[in-house]
């Protein structure tokens, strides 16, 4: 059987091909042999064993205070009815002798004070003096119209003065002012030493404007302090009002020694 030209080209390639497939053939089964002759890698496994906290410690049980017992009641007190004590019988009373007897003591009346006579005391009047006066105890009142013998005159105690009672100063409408005014005379050492002060004094004045009494309220410690009270002693004021009427009053007046 005789092929054509092509044909017979074309034969050899197919033997080729089946040696080529059976060398890869090969050629694999070698390669898995010895793949499974190599030895296997151990695989290591990495295991971090991780310690768990110290659990934390058990809290303090703090037992409770006792509670204190309740207070004890106090005993009630028990009364006990007093039992009577018989009193022993007085003695009858001694009628004293007639002559230890005392009479009751009669009440003697009150003494009348001494009236104010006008005159001079016997005790100021000279013996033998010429000059003639009336006999009494004060020259406090005018004279008497009637005489009185000297021997009938006692001794006479001017009363005591009412205490000063001075209007509340927020009450009064208009406050005292000066009337007559007396200058206070400046020591003459603390003049010569150029020395100056000022002096407060509290002062007293009636309703009728008079200074009734006066006091240092703020001294200075020097002769200011005295020169200062006579001066005020001598001043006549126009008395305080409460409206229309005239009050009494207690003020503080400053006294200032300046060197002109």
Known sequence: MTFPEEDRQGQWLIPAAVALSVLLHVAVFGGLSQVDQEPRRART???????????????PVVEPEPTPPPPKPK?????REAKKVKEAPKPPPQE??????????????????????FGVTPESVAEGGEVAAPVGNTLMKPP???????????????????????????????????RSQVTPDYPPDL??????????????IDAEGNVVDCRLKRPTGLPFDEAAL????????????????????RVAVPVKFRLR
């Open 45 to 59: 496994v990495e295991v971090d064993f991780v310690t768990p906290p110290p659990p934390p410690p058990p809290e």
């Open 144 to 178: 008497d119209d009637e005489f009185t013998p000297p021997e009938e005159v006692k001794p006479y105690v001017q009363p005591e003065k009412a205490p000063f009672n001075p209007a509340p100063i927020i009450e009064v409408t208009s406050y005292p002012s000066v």
């Open 230 to 249: 006579n001066a005020i002693r001598k001043t006549k004021y126009n008395p305080a009002k409460q409206g229309d009427k005239p009050v009494p009053v």
């Open 191 to 204: 003049r010569a030493e150029g020395i100056e002060g000022t002096v407060i004094v509290e002062v007293d």
């Open 96 to 117: 004293l002798p007639a002559s230890n007897r005392t009479k009751p003591l009669e009440e003697e009346p009150p003494a009348e004070p001494p009236k104010p006579v």
């Open 75 to 79: 005993p009630k007190p028990v009364f």
